[in-house]
């Protein structure tokens, strides 16, 4: 049990970067030069990203990772820290700074993304054995790609709750995820790009073929993030459109995030997983009208105000996962 803290409810393991983020007129091509407004500094990572969103949510959660031994390293952890979340798993890498993300964000709020991922390589083996017993008793354990694959897979077999894989970044169809961890995975949380990086697809649009893309990965329930067209939810026998608030995009480099963890808190919670995946779009809606990453994350009085000013809930029950 993480000290300070109730077993946790959602376990997080993942990266923690610090977000260099500067706002452009437009993104250069090759060879181009653009300047730039002023940037910030703004705590990020994937995977500390979620915890954050999961825990505005209300969940208990813990985050197992690594920072480097620096000023980056402490204030990823103060931020955790402050917004709820336990880094007791949370590793000093003295060999290694710690993880930075170089974002550019553009008018409309679109962002492109560098990683630079230092301490988040050297996640090991060892950090999973170390919070076994968290991983196996928590009701969710959720998961990114930005840590070394057998650390991933290493804790998606430690589970015994429901396992969320986010598929980000997605690896190439060259190098497909392993099907030993895709058979442990409950819930897959691609986009639509990653959906196609991931099965080797064109791009696609129509409900019906990302079905059957999503499908074709045999993962029980895939649920599809689509930006402003809101989520698909696929299952083997149905899918399920769950359309996104009306908003103006002011970044949405938190989005996908904000979505990941407010799934993960909603189905911790008990939620059917059409209920989640409505709460989850509203989260990740949020967070794209704010800047920045972990700051961009609403709380669940924020989601509840969200669904109660025109959001509703499918009636559609799939129900509640568990292995």
Partial sequence: MLSG????????????????????????????????????LVPGGKGANQ?????????????????????????????????????THLSVDAQAPSGIALIGVDADGDNTIIVSPGANA??????????????????????????????????????????????APAPSTNAALPRSLLNRVDVLVPNAIELAQLTGSELIEDVEELAAVARGLGVETVVVTRGGAGALIVTANNVLVVPAPDITPVDTTGAGDSFCGALAAALASGAAINEAVQQAVHAGAIAAT?????????????????????????????GTLHR
């Avoid at 998961?143 to 986010?166: F, H, K, R, S």
């Fill in 51 to 87: 915890a954050v969103a999961a825990a505005r949510q209300g969940a208990e959660v813990a985050f197992v990772g690594r920072v480097g031994d620096d000023d980056a390293g402490r204030t990823l952890r103060a931020s955790m820290n402050g917004a709820g979340v336990g880094t």
């Fill in 290 to 318: 704010r800047s920045g990453a972990q700051p961009s994350m609403p709380t669940a009085a924020e989601v509840d105000a969200s669904l109660n000013a025109g959001g509703t809930v499918p009636s559609r029950q799939e």
């Fill in 5 to 40: 803290m109730r077993d946790p409810s959602v376990i997080v393991v993942g990266s923690a970067n610090l977000d260099v983020v500067v706002p452009v007129a437009h993104h250069p091509v090759t060879g181009e030069t653009v300047m730039g407004g002023d940037h910030v």
């Fill in 122 to 167: 050297r996640v090991r083996l060892s950090d999973i054995a170390g919070a076994s017993d968290d991983l196996a008793n928590a009701s969710v354990v959720l998961l990114q790609l930005e840590v070394p694959i057998d650390v991933v897979t290493a804790a998606a077999n430690t589970a015994t709750g429901t396992v969320i894989l986010n598929p």
